[in-house]
């Protein structure tokens, strides 16, 4: 049923379809319940609930540190390595798990949306916000993590900035990237399955892109506006920089960034918009 | 006359054939090549027309069902009145709130109880939190669920979910409410239920109603109207009696004794393992009450195919089922090989049918859940009168079975 009374015209669209704002609000209370579902059912199958969004981050910090930091002895812009790379992590976990889960959006629905109607947006918009949960533990970890390295060394020259405060607004940015790309991987794999194998993997080599396990400052100034195509390089900078006190950014960075953002948004949306339309036919 | 609330215009809806399940990379690599060697892949050819052309309008407060054989494109017509595809051609308006169920306890999570999944059943289905809250003590006793409803659902026997999926529907307060066939599930109280729920929204509401049905039984009962696609055409359009009237008269097509299957259905048709190609009825010969029946159907597999089991049913033509023999009550499961062009034939010692006309269904499973294919109602036949047949039966013909019994009762006097 739709949550609003009104005249339904339903037609052939050529080519792209702009963004339904006025229904997908009506839809909100659905992104809402499942939202709640995702959680609620996530931890009704789970021994340790929650607690795994902790241990994720922790192991593969401590696994970062022996490898990266010991081992291959590379720059953690003189922070201490576990919170330069948690801190890294903290944004780039949050696209990971929402690139995943909005990717998969059209297969793994296949079934409802063949059976009822409601804006497709509403399901990986969903997604955006149910990864949240798990941010905001991994962000407590983190806290957790930062007031005990600032105890045990008082003389510490790191340290969170008043502008930290700016932090929700980089999380937007995040947020925004992770649904646009994700939405174009969900329209290319609901109409070719290789891309399926494929995201698993795009991730993976993502993050070595992304200045997670190296500071942006170890690149040569002159190529970091290559490195800030990549709409993740500046984020999580910036997770660094507002968080920690460190970080190479800068204005025409920042732009570079958010208009990368920007297109992929909106250019995520139109062509999800183009296949969630008759993909059900296909799959 | 008010405007009407349903209009629909032109709507035609094309599938391509050989391009249904999503593509590969490199078959639409070869494809784009094709085109730009300016020639049509041959896969581009098979195009398939599930609707064409459909017109017709529904008034404020209308019940009208659509009714047809399978493949006819009554479940196309659905999806697109639905908004779940778009359609190739045409236009509809829908003038108000539209509640479509296609499906009973679409988005149901198994591990949500009950309560929870009636928000989550409720927002999928387009009401709003507040509404929900508002009729749940409703549902909930509509459901007849009250002490599981803090259970999670996938503890539910397979009843209780279909009564509280339903029960979840029924508070909808659209005003046009669009039904696929989901009545025939459910236990036979519970249905009668939710037909005079149904009932109840269409008339005294005041609410339209667009009612797709195989039983023309509940189509005639409900319906004011009706439209009856043929091969994703409307075919006639009118009052539910005359039109339900013309269909069953439009299936007393002569009656033949061969068909070929490998077209039947279209789109919607699921045999990509076995299909079911052929029938032949009783070599030939007149179908006739008491004596031996025998049907051959030819089959070919596409893959191996293990544990098969064949059904032959029979039916009336308003699409009740009366009788079903299956091939492993007799013990017969059968392995098939890949590309096989098989046979098999049923052979029924004493036909029961009464005299008349009935259709006939076939299918195909392995296991005792897969299946293989379906063809209901794909051919008919007419029953004539044998020298068994009882004399009351003959002089009127009602159809059905006509079985023996020991009768036991009172011993008889004398006065």
Redesign the interface.
């Known amino acids: 049923m739709t949550p609003f009374s009104g005249e339904i015209a339903i037609r052939p669209t050529r080519g792209f379809r702009g963004l339904a704002a006025r229904e997908l609000w009506a839809y909100r209370d659905l992104v809402f319940l499942f939202v709640w579902r995702d959680f609620v059912a996530r931890y009704k199958q789970t021994v340790l609930g929650p607690l795994w969004f902790v241990f994720q981050p922790l192991i593969t910090t401590v696994i970062f540190t022996a490898v990266f930091s010991h081992i291959a002895e590379l720059s953690t812009d003189g922070l201490p390595p576990t919170l330069f790379y948690l801190c890294g992590l903290l944004p780039w976990n949050y696209f990971a798990q929402t690139f995943n889960s909005t990717s998969g959006t059209l297969v793994a629905n296949a079934g409802l949306f063949g059976k009822v109607y409601f804006p497709r947006l509403v399901v990986p918009i969903a997604a955006v916000i149910s990864n949240l949960i798990a941010f905001a533990i991994q962000f407590v970890l983190f806290v957790v993590m930062y007031g005990l390295h600032r105890a045990s060394h008082v003389d510490a020259t790191y340290g969170m900035r008043w502008d930290a405060l700016l932090l929700p607004l980089v999380l937007l940015q995040v947020a925004a990237f992770s649904l646009g790309v994700g939405l174009w991987l969900a329209a290319l794999t609901a109409k070719f399955r290789d891309f399926a194998v494929l995201s698993t993997f795009l991730v993976q080599l993502w993050m070595y892109v992304t200045p997670i396990i190296y500071p942006l400052a170890k690149v040569p100034e002159q190529w970091r506006v290559w490195v800030a195509i990549n709409p993740m390089a500046v984020p999580v900078e910036a997770f660094r920089y507002l968080l920690l006190g460190t970080g190479a950014i800068n204005a025409t960075l920042i732009a570079v960034s958010l208009a990368m953002t920007a297109a992929a948004l909106v250019s995520g949306v139109l062509v999800f918009q183009r296949v969630e339309k008759t993909f059900v036919d296909v799959i | 006359m008010s405007r009407p609330i349903i209009e629909v215009r032109g709507l035609s809806k094309r599938?391509r054939l050989g391009?249904?399940?999503?593509?590969?990379?490199r078959e639409?690599f070869n494809r784009w090549c094709d085109r730009l060697r300016r020639q049509a892949s041959p896969a581009d050819q098979r195009e398939f027309w599930a609707l064409r052309d459909v017109s017709f309008e529904v008034s404020p407060g209308e019940v009208v069902g659509i009714i047809g054989r399978n493949g006819a494109g009554k479940s196309t017509l659905l999806?697109?009145?639905?908004?779940?595809?778009?359609?190739?051609?045409?236009?509809?308006?829908?003038?108000?709130?539209?509640?479509?169920l296609?499906?009973i306890g679409?988005?149901f999570?198994p591990?949500?109880t009950g309560r929870?999944n009636i928000?989550?059943n409720g927002?999928?289905?387009?009401?709003?939190?507040a509404e929900v809250r508002r009729k749940l003590d409703e549902i909930v006793a509509f459901a007849e669920i009250e002490k599981f409803i803090d259970t999670?659902v996938k503890r539910y026997s397979s009843g209780m979910h279909v009564r509280l999926g339903f029960a979840v529907a029924a508070h909808?307060?659209?005003?046009i409410l669009i039904v696929d066939e989901v009545l025939s599930v459910g236990d036979y109280a519970f249905q009668r239920k939710c037909l005079g729920k149904m009932e109840e929204v269409s008339r005294g509401d005041g609410r339209t109603v667009l009612f797709v049905s195989h039983n023309l039984g509940s189509v005639t009962g409900l319906c004011g109207r009706a439209v009856w696609l043929a091969q994703g055409r409307v075919q006639s359009i009118g009052t539910a009696d005359a039109v339900v009237a013309e269909y069953v008269r439009s299936q007393t097509e002569p009656t033949r004794s061969d068909y070929d299957f490998h077209a039947w259905g279209g789109a919607e048709r699921c045999s990509a393992r076995l299909m079911i190609t052929g029938l032949r009825v009783n070599d030939g010969a007149a179908v006739t009450h008491g004596e031996p029946f025998r049907a051959r159907l030819f089959f070919r597999t596409q893959a191996l195919v293990e544990g098969v089991s064949f059904a032959l049913g029979f039916g009336t033509v308003e699409g009740t089922m009366l009788a079903t023999y299956d091939s492993d009550l007799g013990g017969q499961r059968r392995t098939y090989p890949a590309d096989l062009e098989g046979v098999i034939e049923v052979i029924l010692p004493e036909l029961p049918l009464g005299p008349g006309r009935y259709a006939l269904s076939l299918g195909a499973r392995s296991g005792d859940a897969g299946g293989l294919d379906h063809l209901p109602a794909c051919s008919v036949i007419d029953v004539q009168p044998g020298p068994r047949t009882h004399a009351s039966f003959v002089h009127s013909p009602g159809g059905g079975l006509r079985l023996a019994a020991e009768w036991v009762g009172p011993a008889p006097t004398s006065k």
């Open positions: 599938y391009t249904i399940g999503a593509t590969s990379l639409e999806k697109i009145l639905s908004r779940i595809t778009e359609p190739t051609g045409g236009e509809a308006l829908l003038r108000g709130r539209v509640a479509s296609l499906e679409t988005g999570h591990e949500l929870e928000f989550l927002a999928i289905l387009g009401m709003t939190r999670p909808l307060e659209p005003e």
